[in-house]
């Protein structure tokens, strides 16, 4: 194998994956946040089994505009603050408190979820439907009473609603201190007759989000349902659903979880009894022009209460940061299964945590991500330096023997088969494996993308400063070379992003490759001169943390490369200095 046909190989590869990742981004179209399309939402469907049905009559909107407005229960908690809805039941404005929008000072923190009346409607509602067609259930127009207050850790409470016909209906709301709730739904039966009803929770987005658009990431409906994993995109649901009568996913479980995931949040529903059935339901509808988005557990059959009787179903909710070790510790302690799937980890998932891991054990030592990136770098380097030291020690033999080299390509120039076998046997006789320089580039494309994914997709890193101009390694480089780097007042396209750290990355690239045997095909040598100045526009736009790994990885490979070089003169020297003597003592 080339090593220099691989370089080109990741070259492509990484370009292919830019301009798809650009591609997706600039047709995706971003979500309307023009106040008029709040005025063109309809009302929440009473119950998630008809997603379509309106919530309630003309009349009974009409009579609902001359209520008083609706009371909200405070959430305050050490990492949540917001308030629920009473008219309804519904969770809809959710602020975490540890997180902002940007790393501006005095960002706004970021919203989780938002009523109706804002721009991106997204809320968690708990409810019942009639299964006997007779029980008044409550609606997205029940005022529900809550005993207590405010929902905090500890502190539990109690949504209550009498439907008239004998039956009390309750919710009790218990939360953590980070970012679970848990909601047991009862109902209490004091009429003389059974009744049949459905319990539901359900998590509902009224718009599109506006999504990153990475090829590599993925956004929009997620679960692991029956100990599998399930990823619809917004598009690929909204398809299904059209074709399926507005159901994109229907499976009933045991177990699991389900619900939304962006880059770095996630609303999720979960059953807090791992062995009771529940049906799981993804669903994409469209009113008046706009897509509805839900996911929804609900019992697979009635749920029968006898006169005299209380039913009850408890479902958790998790609605946060995508944090590693909590989403880890839920599923440990609370029994909720591959819950840290719910970050994108991807394909290279056994590298991808443990290099997590490891990062965040040196960022508590160190005080740093970018440290932690720098000395991982040394830790790698170390753990394959007698694999990437064989390999180095052959590419400087080639070097040396590049005069003999070219000697044969011009002996027999006329007779390339002949050529060849020349050349292998020159291979043999100095003991060089040609193909052995490859097993470096082979070491790091995985580790490449495993650390890619890191920067990428783990909240721990977002907003995460280096040193200097770095303020957050999970974003790229803000400097520019095509504004002298801030002196000149202008926003240059995308294309012409160069900043300081792709520049030392591209430089160190062509450093290292100064050091490796040159291609024998002249103009085979003149493309890949040009290779480290392609690599540092490709990885210009790319987190800033994976470009100083890059760029430390070369400045690594280089000293020891030079080390290896120079060792490898020395002994050639000495062999020559040996040979010398051997044939003065034979005379």
Same mark, same amino acid.
């Given at each position: 194998?080339?090593?220099?046909?691989?370089?080109?190989?990741?070259?492509?590869?990484?370009?292919?994956?830019?301009?798809?990742?650009?591609?997706?981004?600039?047709?995706?179209?971003?979500?309307?946040?023009?106040?008029?399309?709040?005025?063109?939402?309809?009302?929440?469907?009473?119950?998630?089994?008809?997603?379509?049905?309106?919530?309630?009559?003309?009349?009974?909107?009409?009579?609902?505009?001359?209520?008083?407005?609706?009371?909200?229960?405070?959430?305050?908690?050490?990492?949540?603050?917001?308030?629920?809805?009473?008219?309804?039941?519904?969770?809809?404005?959710?602020?975490?408190?540890?997180?902002?929008?940007?790393?501006?000072?005095?960002?706004?923190?970021?919203?989780?979820?938002?009523?109706?009346?804002?721009?991106?409607?997204?809320?968690?509602?708990?409810?019942?439907?009639?299964?006997?067609?007779?029980?008044?259930?409550?609606?997205?127009?029940?005022?529900?009473?809550?005993?207590?207050?405010?929902?905090?850790?500890?502190?539990?409470?109690?949504?209550?609603?009498?439907?008239?016909?004998?039956?009390?209906?309750?919710?009790?709301?218990?939360?953590?201190?980070?970012?679970?709730?848990?909601?047991?739904?009862?109902?209490?039966?004091?009429?003389?007759?059974?009744?049949?009803?459905?319990?539901?929770?359900?998590?509902?987005?009224?718009?599109?989000?506006?999504?990153?658009?990475?090829?590599?990431?993925?956004?929009?409906?997620?679960?692991?349902?029956?100990?599998?994993?399930?990823?619809?995109?917004?598009?690929?649901?909204?398809?299904?659903?059209?074709?399926?009568?507005?159901?994109?996913?229907?499976?009933?479980?045991?177990?699991?979880?389900?619900?939304?995931?962006?880059?770095?949040?996630?609303?999720?529903?979960?059953?807090?009894?791992?062995?009771?059935?529940?049906?799981?339901?993804?669903?994409?509808?469209?009113?008046?022009?706009?897509?509805?988005?839900?996911?929804?557990?609900?019992?697979?059959?009635?749920?029968?209460?006898?006169?005299?009787?209380?039913?009850?179903?408890?479902?958790?909710?998790?609605?946060?940061?995508?944090?590693?070790?909590?989403?880890?510790?839920?599923?440990?302690?609370?029994?909720?299964?591959?819950?840290?799937? $719910?970050?994108? %980890? +991807? #394909?290279?998932?056994? &590298?991808?945590? =443990?290099?997590?891991?490891? *990062?965040?054990? /040196? @960022?508590? !030592?160190?005080?740093?991500?970018?440290?932690?990136?720098?000395?991982?770098?040394?830790?790698?380097?170390?753990?394959?330096?007698?694999?990437?030291?064989?390999?180095?020690?052959?590419?400087?033999?080639?070097?040396?023997?590049?005069?003999?080299?070219?000697?044969?390509?011009?002996?027999?120039?006329?007779?390339?088969?002949?050529?060849?076998?020349?050349?292998?046997?020159?291979?043999?006789?100095?003991?060089?494996?040609?193909?052995?320089?490859?097993?470096?580039?082979?070491?790091?494309?995985?580790?490449?993308?495993?650390?890619?994914?890191?920067?990428?997709?783990?909240?721990?890193?977002?907003? $995460?400063?280096? %040193? +200097? #101009?770095?303020?957050? &390694?999970?974003? =790229?480089?803000?400097?520019? *070379?095509?504004? /002298? @780097?801030? !002196?000149?007042?202008?926003?240059?396209?995308?294309?012409?992003?160069?900043?300081?750290?792709?520049?030392?990355?591209?430089?160190?690239?062509?450093?290292?490759?100064?050091?490796?045997?040159?291609?024998?095909?002249?103009?085979?040598?003149?493309?890949?001169?040009?290779?480290?100045?392609?690599?540092?526009?490709?990885?210009?736009?790319?987190?800033?943390?994976?470009?100083?790994?890059?760029?430390?990885?070369?400045?690594?490979?280089?000293?020891?490369?030079?080390?290896?070089?120079?060792?490898?003169?020395?002994?050639?020297?000495?062999?020559?200095?040996?040979?010398?003597?051997?044939?003065?003592?034979?005379?």
């Amino acid at each position: 194998m080339d090593q220099k046909r691989l370089f080109a190989a990741i070259a492509i590869s990484i370009g292919i994956l830019l301009a798809f990742d650009l591609w997706k981004r600039e047709t995706t179209p971003p979500a309307d946040p023009s106040p008029a399309a709040v005025t063109r939402q309809a009302p929440t469907p009473a119950s998630p089994l008809s997603p379509t049905a309106p919530a309630t009559s003309d009349s009974a909107a009409a009579a609902a505009a001359n209520r008083p407005p609706p009371e909200r229960l405070r959430i305050d908690s050490p990492r949540l603050a917001g308030s629920l809805l009473l008219r309804g039941a519904r969770l809809d404005d959710l602020i975490l408190k540890d997180y902002r929008e940007t790393t501006a000072p005095g960002s706004a923190q970021v919203r989780m979820f938002a009523p109706r009346e804002e721009a991106q409607p997204y809320f968690a509602q708990w409810g019942w439907s009639a299964a006997d067609g007779r029980t008044r259930v409550p609606d997205s127009q029940t005022d529900w009473t809550a005993s207590g207050g405010p929902l905090a850790p500890d502190q539990p409470v109690t949504l209550s609603w009498d439907n008239g016909q004998g039956q009390t209906f309750q919710i009790v709301l218990t939360l953590d201190r980070n970012f679970m709730f848990q909601a047991e739904q009862r109902v209490i039966n004091n009429g003389s007759e059974p009744v049949q009803l459905l319990p539901w929770t359900r998590i509902r987005r009224e718009r599109t989000p506006q999504v990153e658009g990475y090829y590599i990431l993925h956004e929009g409906f997620v679960g692991v349902l029956n100990g599998r994993l399930n990823e619809q995109t917004y598009k690929t649901a909204k398809s299904d659903g059209e074709a399926r009568g507005g159901l994109s996913l229907e499976q009933e479980t045991r177990g699991g979880w389900a619900g939304f995931t962006d880059k770095y949040w996630l609303a999720a529903i979960a059953p807090v009894d791992a062995a009771q059935p529940l049906k799981s339901s993804w669903r994409h509808t469209t009113e008046n022009g706009e897509d509805r988005w839900q996911v929804d557990f609900a019992t697979p059959a009635p749920m029968a209460v006898a006169a005299g009787e209380t039913s009850s179903l408890a479902t958790r909710l998790f609605a946060g940061a995508k944090e590693v070790h909590l989403l880890d510790a839920y599923q440990s302690n609370l029994g909720i299964t591959d819950f840290d799937k $719910a970050i994108d %980890f +991807g #394909w290279f998932y056994f &590298l991808t945590k =443990p290099f997590f891991y490891a *990062l965040d054990f /040196l @960022f508590k !030592l160190f005080g740093n991500f970018g440290v932690a990136i720098l000395l991982f770098t040394v830790v790698l380097k170390a753990l394959f330096f007698p694999l990437a030291n064989k390999a180095y020690k052959s590419m400087a033999r080639m070097k040396s023997m590049a005069p003999k080299m070219q000697e044969v390509r011009e002996r027999y120039k006329d007779d390339p088969a002949k050529a060849q076998s020349e050349m292998m046997a020159l291979y043999r006789t100095e003991k060089i494996n040609p193909a052995s320089g490859c097993l470096p580039i082979l070491i790091q494309i995985p580790v490449f993308f495993a650390l890619y994914k890191v920067l990428f997709v783990t909240i721990e890193m977002r907003h $995460a400063p280096f %040193f +200097g #101009w770095i303020r957050d &390694l999970s974003a =790229p480089d803000p400097t520019n *070379l095509f504004t /002298l @780097f801030g !002196l000149i007042p202008w926003d240059p396209p995308q294309m012409l992003h160069m900043p300081v750290w792709a520049i030392i990355m591209g430089v160190t690239m062509f450093l290292q490759q100064k050091l490796n045997p040159a291609p024998p095909d002249p103009v085979q040598a003149k493309i890949f001169q040009f290779m480290p100045l392609i690599f540092t526009f490709m990885l210009a736009s790319f987190p800033a943390g994976l470009v100083i790994y890059w760029s430390w990885n070369n400045l690594l490979s280089i000293l020891q490369q030079w080390y290896i070089m120079r060792h490898e003169r020395e002994a050639r020297r000495q062999e020559k200095t040996l040979g010398k003597t051997v044939v003065k003592a034979k005379g």
